[in-house]
């Protein structure tokens, strides 16, 4: 099919148009040959025009195409790669760039191998280190266009093929090239970085604000232009990590420090120094204000908007330093910048008569910059105005006109400033130099692009012979991948020709060329400018096409380069070649007394080794004379030899570059600016194609088009073009062979497309024509379809109206009849009705009006009595803030003068200390002090060296002495806190019995008060009885009152019950919410502590090496002291070695530092984590409080249940202080035992008193308790006799074994003979064994209170279910409920004292197992074993038959006798053998296959409780910090390995829970047997350490994710985006067409992964993690992180590829998801919100899916999406692509109608930057479940595997 015939009618063309350069047209007619005109029609207007062409213009179109160019199908419009467009020509690239770019704002797009560029104008959220994550490890094409694309690409080459690769941007001023280059650095650090944190890159980054600083400039096109162009050599090593960088600089614009345009700058530099001149270090620089000089004043413009020069100067001093940069460099780089601008300043006098000039010597900027230069000012003002001519014969002095000397002074500046950039370049490259052998390298090169202005210079000629050079590589570049590509296919193709530009890079540096030619005119003594123009035009204008001569003009010529022609004006060419700077300045400058960078600027490399002398005085400038004269004669010829010029320097350059380049494997970026006013997103045409001609953007299209653009593979093409198949053409199992026969077919030339080995070439708009092929097939299908359809349809309705009209009929004739019954009846009740209604309405209102106005006058007068209140209260406040605010004032105004007169008395101290410090310098300059001190200073020298090493001895032996002084000032130190220590403890112990006896007082008060109240409340129940009686007669009056009450309160009881439980869920969720966010927060402190503490590893390690270093430096030091010291060190009393010696323990100190701040920065941690803990405890105890409040406002009906409530708490707050009190007394007696074990045992002796008064406090706790028993009896009685009067039948029985009050009495009485005080040492025995005999009595009794409680309480059950039947009076039943509240408070009151005695008991237990061990000691026979067992009533241990079940089939459960105690004994040094056993020498495999789950952790609990057995500090904290350590070696050893993290997670927690469940915590032990409560540690409280291996958990949590991630993160792509799960719905998908290099994609050929292959991988890691019996809410919690991690992962490359935005690929999606959905209801996970993560997919699914036309659409999509961010939404509404013609694009109304109803719905997030992205790194707050265990430890026996013989069980 030939091209002509596609011009049919609706075609698309594009024709020329003077505005928008092409402009879209449709064709009204078909076009035959022989037409003369073509009628179309413009897409914006409604007339139509002809394009009217001649006969000849007619023929040639038919041959050559002439005919207007044709638009590309709506499918294709906005594609990523420019190349895959079917036709390629200039207004389709014009247009897909400004869709792109205007409506999708899209800045990157791909040219083939090149990347355009857009400038936006505007900051994006596309460079974060998420979008480089993204784009690391991608092909080229298979994400967005991007920079950061293009530079994977040229690393993941340098990496597989181990070539060196360029990336080279261009483009002009103002396009963004120095960003672009900026962060393709940026991405080069970041994937190129080290696994250590490392200098090497941040300094990398830090040659930027450097260079910018001092190589870019404002522009009218660019803020922030780059003057200069640079190539940045990045180097690698073996393992392609960064090591260094290199940096060369090209055709630095020195003219612009000089002078600039209207509205343009000089550099930053000197504007930044500007903004700094109030700072006090530059004082003494002198700078004024950048209004103030004159080269910075020249384009009436020093500032740029939002810039601040200031901030941007600290950035570049804070770049240099890290560099490397000294203070003393700084400064000095600082002066001669200061003093180029007081340069700029010096006023140059004209003397009109002589034609001469002079410059005042005492011209304050002239002082200033000899100062600042430290050079003569006489010599300097004399030559700015003169210079010196030397002949064979004799020098002459020739005095300069005054612009002569402007421009020699202007000369001078720029030769200072370029001298300067390279030294500052060269200082850069230093500091970046690889400190290893450099393996391979990126180059990135940011060069200025083709340059055309109304007057075109020497600067625009070398920067387009630069872009000729860079064309031409280009060209050829792209060329030899067109052939690689046909010829690795093998198709038969012909030579592409293409523009060269050789001819006219030969005009430019050719022999006599142009260069050549001005450097032959620049070495004449009287060259100029027209003579150098006459003879290009005598050499070149007749023999070169691309050379052309203005009609005009005789002062300029035009070159036409490849992208355009460019007039140059030759004023001043070859003053800017040869660069001309005076000799005499120059030498007066390499003369300078600033030696360490002003003269070194201006020596050259041959002058290196030569040493200059000051030109100071008279003797220095007659040296400086005599050299220019003696060696006039012999340096003459070798300067002439050595010097160059520009153009000779940067051709010299070029070559080099091009060289490199050519070596290299480029890649290319080219910068676009799309308009000339900086406004973002807004594209002009005219600029735009003006720009993409100069770039050679078309050029690779045009080289494209010439051969086959358009390729597909032969998959591609079956499944798309299947449809135009006949089943004889496929040949099943060969889809080549299929292609070939169909495109036989349809395509009858051959030369229109190719078959190669892997894929189909084709010609430009094949692909089109076999779209609209494709097209119509499809549209007939449709319209069959829809045939069928629609008549069946049609009589499917037809059918069902007729079955409907007659059922309608039936029913509409029996429902008129009903009508009219249901009419008479409603009419007749409505009469009735009406009646009674207006008597109810009437009586309702007047209740209401009384009502109000009642409530009216209430209110009124409330607020007038609270308005006056408020009056008389706000007067009297004003007062007293009035007296407050004077009183202020006053001591404010008395501060300030204050520090006035402090601030007046230090400048004037300062300003005569400046006078001073000012003589004493001129004094210290002075010829005679400087005599003075030349006098036997050698001398003085030798004496100085040994009274140094005698000095040095002195000062070992002193800080040997000074060590010694701090150790005995530690010592002493220690000794006084003890002592200190000491004092407090006695004080506080006497506070301490103080506060007993008080306590004690108190609480006998208390119990006073309490029997005045039960009095008060006896007498209160016998006036209720009374008024029992008379209520009775009133109960038939209030029956049916009561009824309607009872509904009311009902349905009050429903309502409030239901705004109860409302608002209690709303505080449960905030509360849980705020507790959500602390664990988050504190558990991402765990995170950056981890990182922190692996940061301080690395750390350690490089202080050791930087002392080693130290070392190794001051022993050479110490050598080369040795050695005789160069004359010159006689001015310095500092020794250089010593100077770096100090910078080496400077470097040591900083290290130091870094520590310190390291440990502060844990030390904050470790407090705010202790702060989130109070902060927890106390939301807790808020909550608590709540539930407590609502309770009681409940039950607060009766004023005598709130008192008694109120004493019963209050009874027992006293019991739990006099607990605390009774454990504080035990402590002390404990202790007290301890510290006298051997000590006399007289009657007199400290252990022996404390038992006695232990011994009394005991026998009155015991009577306090025996009160309150009898008490609680007494109350017990006459709640019995209550119940009598109530109950029909009332029975009365009394438990047998109830003690009486007598035998109580006689108990009491019994305790009470016994006198402790006479007692001796040997009774003490007998007195313990009365006790607990005493306790055990006491024990029995509070059973059968128990008892007798159960009992009342079933009686009380029953009697309700016997009068059921009766009607209860609501006083009665209220009585009744209060008693037996009462009843339930004091059996809770009777448990608590049991357990308290309980507690006692035992420790009364510890305390006779002490003295009998004491008394053994001493030789005192102690109480026999069988005894104590019996008097203590000990029960015998059993073992719970309950934990059978759960351990089954688990070899290391063994049932033990009642003799072991779950506790396994180990001696000294079997800690550390043990946890190496338990902890290291475990493999997780082995444990989970064959012992029991959990057993290192209980094994580990069970060595704790030893040590809380013995009750040794030491034991027990050694042991938790060998567990600790022994983790984290585990964790740092096997960090990669998933089985070995996920067992010690199960185990931590395991040993986490064991922890809290064996406390003593009542909250923890709620679901303990008996035997594990017995089992619970008794000495020691381990609440601090269960936040430690919490923290430990959390690191473990952490990293098992990060492992989960790491391995199935290649996996989500392919098989969530890329795989085709439903098999036939790749056919509507369009191939991406990118042509990306082959060496990036065959090479790139891995696993194909599914949807299965992920599920199968989880389902492993499910089973492990249960294998290790892992808790069911841990794993759902990993499970949630995963599933989030896997969301964020695919909706972050969707966002970032376009070919996944259409409908087919949402179902893909989609159906995915539903597969982790169902794996997640399968593996029994569904229930802890891991289907919700998933929710952003599946909503981006349907987004993809659900129509998009309407309003009702728009917000239909904004309900639905309510997990995706605006800018997600809007993004993917512009990324959606049509697969097929009958698919429709989002039109951008649509998309405006979107944005504007998520800003009305989401306000907020409009309100901030939104992030585009998902964040993948994001982790969610773990909390970690309490489980308690079921297993006893004493069912647990050591495997003989785990190699524990050394441990016994006790």
């Not at 994550?133 to 920079?147: A, F, R």
Request: hydrophobic letters at 35%; aromatic letters at 6%.
């Amino acid at each position: 099919m030939t091209s002509v015939e596609l011009y049919t009618k609706r075609a698309r063309v594009w024709v020329p148009d003077s505005e928008m350069v092409w402009t879209a047209a449709t064709i009204l007619e078909d076009y035959k040959e022989g037409d003369k005109s073509l009628k179309i029609k413009l897409d914006n207007e409604e007339e139509l025009i002809e394009i009217e062409d001649s006969v000849e213009e007619l023929d040639f179109a038919l041959k050559d195409g002439r005919l207007p160019p044709l638009c590309n199908p709506d499918v294709l419009i906005g594609e990523n790669d420019l190349t895959s467009l079917s036709y390629l020509h200039e207004p389709a690239v014009l247009h897909n760039l400004q869709i792109r770019f205007v409506e999708r704002n899209q800045i990157y797009t791909y040219c083939g191998i090149v990347l355009v560029a857009i400038n936006p104008y505007e900051d994006l959220s596309i460079y974060s280190n998420d979008f480089i994550q993204l784009y690391s490890g991608h092909n080229m094409g298979e994400m967005d266009p991007h920079i950061f694309a293009i530079a994977e690409e040229a690393f993941k080459q340098m990496t597989r093929e181990n070539k060196n690769q360029s990336i080279i941007v261009t483009g002009e001023s103002g396009a963004g090239k120095t960003v672009s280059a900026k962060y393709t650095m940026r991405y080069f650090a970041t994937v190129g970085g080290s696994s250590m944190e490392s200098q090497v890159e941040k300094k990398v980054l830090a040659s930027n604000p450097i260079m910018e600083a001092i190589g870019n400039a404002k522009t009218t096109r660019n803020d922030n232009s780059s003057r200069f162009g640079k190539y940045i050599q990045i180097s690698f090593n073996k393992k392609f990590h960064i090591i260094g960088a290199h940096m060369r600089t090209y055709l630095l614009e020195k003219s612009r420090v000089v002078s600039q345009a209207p509205d343009e700058r000089n550099y930053h530099i000197f504007y930044q120094l500007c903004a700094c001149a109030d700072l006090p270090q530059f004082k003494p620089l002198k700078l004024l204000p950048a209004e103030n000089f004159e080269y910075t004043r020249v384009g009436n413009c020093t500032s740029i908007e939002n810039v601040d020069d200031q901030k941007e100067f600290q950035e570049t001093v804070h770049a240099l330093t890290l560099l490397g940069v000294s203070t003393k460099y700084q400064s000095l780089m600082f002066r001669i910048l200061s003093a180029i601008l007081h340069m700029g300043n010096i006023e140059i006098i004209e003397d009109e008569r002589t034609d001469s000039c002079r410059v005042e010597e005492d011209d304050p900027h002239l002082v200033t910059m000899c100062g600042l230069l430290g050079i003569e000012v006489g010599q300097m003002a004399k030559w700015f105005c003169n210079r010196k001519i030397t002949t064979m014969a004799e020098v002459l002095i020739k005095p300069l006109t005054a612009d002569q000397a402007s421009f020699s002074r202007d000369a001078l500046a720029k030769h200072v400033y370029e001298k300067l950039f390279e030294w500052i370049v060269d200082k850069v490259n230093r500091a970046l130099t690889a400190s290893e052998k450099e393996n391979s390298f990126i180059g990135v090169l940011d060069i200025y692009g083709f340059e055309t202005f109304e007057i075109n210079s020497f600067e625009q000629f070398c920067i387009n012979y630069a872009n000729e050079k860079l064309q031409q590589q280009f060209c050829q570049h792209v060329f030899k991948l067109e052939q690689e590509e046909y010829v690795r296919e093998k198709i038969e193709w012909k030579f592409i020709d293409f523009t060269d530009n050789q001819p006219c890079i030969d005009l430019i540096e050719k022999k006599l060329g142009i260069l050549d030619l001005l450097d032959d005119e620049c070495r004449m003594p009287k060259g100029s400018d027209i003579a150098w123009v006459q003879k290009l035009y005598d050499k070149h204008l007749k023999s070169s096409v691309h050379f052309e001569k203005p009609r005009t003009s005789n002062t300029a010529f035009v070159i036409i380069h490849f992208a355009d022609k460019v007039r140059y004006e030759v004023e001043g060419f070859l003053d800017k070649n040869r660069d001309t700077v005076h000799e005499e300045q120059l030498n007066i400058l390499k003369a300078s007394q600033v030696r360490y960078l002003v003269s070194e600027l201006f020596i050259d490399k041959a002058e290196g080794s030569k040493e200059v002398k000051a030109g100071v005085g008279r003797q220095g400038v007659r040296m400086v004379k005599q050299t220019s004269l003696g060696g006039a004669n012999k340096g003459k010829k070798s300067s002439k030899e050595m010097r160059k010029t520009v153009g000779n320097q940067f051709q010299t350059s070029l070559v080099k570059l091009m060289t490199t380049l050519n070596a290299t494997t480029p890649h290319y970026v080219r910068c676009i600016k799309p308009n000339d006013f900086k406004q973002s997103f807004t594209f002009e045409p005219k600029r735009a194609v003006q720009q993409l001609r100069a770039c050679g953007v078309l050029e690779t299209i045009r080289i494209s088009a010439a051969g086959f653009p358009s390729r597909w593979t032969y998959g591609e093409f079956y499944d798309r073009y299947r449809v135009l198949m006949s089943s004889k053409e496929i040949v099943k199992g060969k889809p080549r062979n299929t292609c070939e026969n169909v495109l036989a077919r349809l395509i009858s030339d051959r030369d229109k497309y190719q078959p190669g080995k892997t894929k189909i070439f084709f010609r430009a708009g094949q692909v089109a024509y076999l779209e609209k092929l494709r097209a119509d097939k499809l549209r007939a299908c449709a319209v069959m379809v829809q045939k069928h359809i629609r008549g069946w349809l049609v009589k499917k309705q037809y059918q069902k109206k007729k079955r409907a009209a007659i059922i309608i009929q039936r029913y509409s004739r029996g429902m008129k009849a009903r009508r009219l019954a249901t009419f008479l009846r409603r009419t007749k009740a409505a009469v009735q009705i009406q009646r009674y209604w207006r008597g109810y309405v009437a009586k309702s209102r007047y209740q209401k009006i009384r009502s109000a106005v009642i409530c009216i006058q209430s209110f009124t007068r409330g607020m007038l009595s609270r308005h006056r209140y408020r009056i008389i209260l706000r007067q009297a406040k004003a007062t007293i803030i009035q007296a407050h605010v004077r009183g202020w004032l006053a001591r404010v105004q008395h501060r300030r003068k204050l520090r006035a007169i402090v601030y007046l008395q230090s400048c004037v101290r300062r300003m005569y200390a400046k006078r001073e410090l000012k003589a004493l310098k001129i004094e210290a300059r002075s010829i005679g002090h400087i005599k003075k001190l030349n006098q036997g200073m050698e001398n003085k020298i030798m004496e100085l060296q040994r009274k140094l090493d005698v000095a040095n001895k002195e000062t070992q032996g002193l800080v040997k002495k000074a060590v010694e002084a701090d150790n005995l000032r530690a010592r002493v130190r220690d000794m006084e806190s003890r002592e200190a220590e000491a004092e407090k403890a006695s004080a506080l112990a006497t506070s301490l019995q103080e506060e007993v006896l008080r306590l004690r007082k108190s609480l006998e008060d208390s119990q006073a008060e309490t029997k005045i109240v039960r009095d008060e409340l006896e007498n209160e129940k016998k006036h209720k009885n009374e008024a029992v009686s008379a209520l009775n007669e009133e109960k038939s009056d209030l029956e049916e009152q009561l009824e309607g009450l009872l509904r009311e309160m009902e349905e009050f009881r429903v309502e409030s019950k239901r705004n109860m439980d409302e608002a209690v869920a709303s505080a449960k969720s905030s509360l849980e919410e705020e507790l959500e966010k602390e664990r988050s927060s504190h558990q991402s402190r765990i995170k950056e502590y981890n990182r922190l503490e692996q940061r301080y590893d690395n750390l350690k390690d490089e202080l050791e090496l930087t002392r080693s270093q130290a070392v190794a430096i001051e022993t050479t030091s110490a050598v080369s002291s040795a050695a005789p010291s160069p004359p010159e060190s006689a001015y310095s009393s500092i020794n250089p070695n010593a100077v770096e010696g100090l910078e080496n323990m400077k470097n040591d100190m900083n290290g130091v530092n870094l520590l310190a701040k390291m440990q502060k920065k844990v030390k904050e941690l470790e407090d705010q984590k202790k702060e989130l803990q109070e902060r927890v405890i106390e939301k807790m105890q808020e909550k608590a409080d709540e539930d407590i409040a609502r309770k009681e406002a409940a039950d607060s009906d009766a004023e005598h249940d709130r008192a008694l409530s109120y004493i019963e708490s209050y009874q027992i707050e006293e019991l739990t202080k006099e607990k605390e009190t009774l454990k504080q007394d035990l402590g002390n007696l404990r202790q007290s035992i301890v510290d006298s074990a051997e000590s006399s045992t007289s009657k007199d002796s400290p252990a022996f008193k404390e038992m006695y008064s232990q011994m009394l406090a005991m026998q009155d706790e015991l009577e306090v308790r025996r009160n309150q028993v009898i008490e609680l009896k007494g109350n017990n009685s006459t709640l019995k006799e209550t119940l009598v009067k109530y109950r029909k039948a009332s029975k009365s029985s009394s438990p047998k074994g109830t003690m009486t009050t007598a035998d109580l009495l006689g108990s009491r009485n019994r305790m009470e003979d016994i006198n402790v005080e006479e007692l001796e040492k040997s009774d003490l025995k007998a007195v313990l064994v009365k006790v607990y005999d005493h306790n055990r009595m006491l024990e029995a009794e509070l059973d059968v209170e128990k008892k007798n409680h159960e009992a009342e309480l079933a009686e009380l059950q029953s009697n309700k279910y016997m009068n059921g039947s009766m009607t209860i009076h609501d006083d009665i039943q209220m009585e009744l409920t209060r008693l037996s509240s009462e009843n339930l408070e004091l059996e809770a009151q009777v448990e608590s004292l049991e357990k308290q005695n309980k507690k006692l008991k035992r420790q009364l237990k510890l305390y006779s197992k002490k003295l009998n061990h004491m008394e053994t000691e001493l030789g005192v026979p102690g109480i026999k074993a069988s005894e104590s067992a019996m008097s203590l009533g000990a029960p015998s241990i059993q073992v719970n038959g309950e934990d059978a079940q759960s351990v089954t089939g688990h070899p290391a459960v063994k049932h033990k006798d009642s003799g072991i105690s779950g506790m396994l004994k180990y001696g000294k040094g079997d800690d550390v053998k043990a946890t190496k056993e338990l902890i290291l020498g475990l493999e997780p495999r082995g444990v989970a296959a064959s012992l029991l789950p959990g057993l290192p952790a209980h094994l580990l609990f069970m060595l704790l409780r030893y040590a809380d057995h013995r009750n040794n500090d030491s034991m027990i904290k050694n042991l938790l910090a060998h567990i600790i350590n022994s983790i984290k070696k585990v964790e740092k050893e096997h960090e990669g390995d998933f089985e070995y993290i996920s067992f010690w997670l199960a185990n931590t927690c395991r040993l986490l829970n064991n922890m809290k469940q064996y406390s003593g915590d009542e909250q923890f032990m709620q679901d303990n047997t008996g035997t594990q409560k017995e089992h619970c540690l008794r000495n020691f409280d381990l609440a601090e350490y269960r936040q430690v291996f919490s923290d430990m958990a959390v690191s473990l949590y952490q990293k098992l994710v990060l492992l989960i991630m790491h391995e199935i993160k290649p996996m989500i792509v392919p098989a969530m985006l890329e795989h085709d799960t439903i098999q036939g719905l790749s056919s509507s998908v369009k191939p991406s067409g990118m042509r990306g290099r082959s060496s990036s994609r065959s090479a790139e050929s891995g696993e194909q992964y599914t949807v299965e292959t992920i599920i199968k991988q989880l389902s492993q890691y499910h089973i492990v993690m249960n294998q290790h019996r892992m808790d069911l809410q841990l794993i759902q919690q990993i499970f949630k992180q995963v599933m989030y991690s896997i969301t964020a992962h695919t909706i972050n490359n969707q966002l970032l590829r376009k070919e996944l935005c259409n409908w087919s690929k949402a179902m893909q999606i989609r159906f995915n998801a539903s597969q982790l959905e169902e794996w997640i209801r399968k593996s029994g996970l569904g229930d802890a919100g891991l289907k919700e993560m998933l929710d952003p997919l599946v909503q981006s699914s349907q987004l993809l899916q659900v129509k998009k036309q309407s309003e009702d659409d728009a917000k239909e999509i904004c309900d639905m999406c309510t997990q995706l961010t605006p800018v997600q939404i809007v993004k993917l509404l512009n990324m959606i692509t049509p697969t097929n013609d009958y698919e429709e694009r989002v039109p951008v109304k649509f998309i405006k109608m979107v944005q504007s109803k998520l800003k009305q719905q989401r306000p907020d997030a409009y309100s901030g930057k939104q992030p585009l992205l998902m964040d993948n790194g994001h982790m969610f707050a773990i909390s970690f479940p309490y489980v308690p265990s079921t297993l006893s430890f004493d069912r647990i026996a050591i495997p003989d595997s785990l190699n524990l013989s050394y441990l016994k069980l006790i």
